[in-house]
């Protein structure tokens, strides 16, 4: 059954299903059939599965649900068709992951308004202590940070470098992001009056980046900060 969905073999998994052949296999990973359609974003296997009884919310050997994978693919219809047949918007992986997590980080638009509709935060942290915004943030995609940022994706003072947008994408390079987050106004400065993505663009010599934030920064710049990026190789 595993092969007959990943090659889209869609006779084959009909036979199969209708002969109750191969519904609770698994791969080494955990993967079931369900969750094998949702990470080939296949809507009619999907509700084959579900209308076999297959449990909406089984999960792999890493906790993720068949709405995480949905989700990382940005499969649009297969995330509607899951929350209809009662999967869990707010699902939790082993790491603290929801689906809204892998959708921002994929910057999947279409499936973080379908996950607002379900009422689940923009603001979840996982384990880690990343929210959405710094899963965007983190992986440069601009698009579902301006979206996130428009529908309350923002933490009202961020703290630490998990929690700083800014600073995940200064880490990251992604000057696109850095811009887009200039912007719309996040401050260059954390509110202790440090500012790690001034740190961390003079840390990694990123002498376009340092120059682009130090434009938006304060002048002057507090004297600790002063000093700590003087030694730095930007």
């Known amino acids: 059954l595993h092969a ?4 889209g073999n869609t006779p084959v998994v009909r036979n199969l299903v209708a002969a109750k052949q191969g519904l609770a296999e698994k791969d080494i990973h955990g ?7 949702a990470e ?8 084959l599965l579900l209308d076999a009884g297959i449990p909406v919310n089984q999960v792999d050997n890493r906790g993720r649900a068949a709405m995480h994978f949905a989700a990382r693919r940005g499969a649009i219809a297969a995330v509607r068709l899951l929350l209809a047949k009662g999967a869990n918007p707010a699902a939790k992986d082993l790491m603290g992951r929801q689906p809204v997590h892998l959708a921002a980080g994929g910057g999947h638009v279409g499936v973080l308004e379908l996950l607002a509709g379900a009422k689940v935060s923009m603001l979840a ?5 990343l929210n959405p915004l710094g899963h965007a943030a983190s992986y440069g995609q601009t698009e579902a940070l301006v979206w996130l940022l428009d529908h309350g994706g923002k933490s009202p003072e961020p703290a630490g470098i998990m929690a700083n947008p800014l600073a995940l994408a200064s880490l990251a390079n992604h000057l696109d992001t850095v ?11 954390d509110a202790d009056g440090d500012s790690l ?7 990694y010599g990123r ?3 340092f120059r682009k934030l130090l434009a938006a920064a304060p002048d002057p710049l507090p004297d600790s ?3 700590a990026v003087a030694t730095s190789p930007t």
């Open 40 to 47: 080939e974003a296949d809507p009619p296997t999907l509700a």
């Open 4 to 7: 007959a969905i990943r090659e």
């Open 179 to 189: 811009d887009v987050l200039l912007a719309r106004g996040l401050p260059v400065m």
């Open 225 to 227: 900060l002063l000093r």
């Open 31 to 37: 993967v079931t059939p369900l969750l094998a359609a």
């Open 125 to 129: 942290n996982d384990a880690l202590g």
């Open 207 to 209: 002498a376009g980046l």
């Open 197 to 203: 993505a001034l740190r961390l663009a003079a840390t």
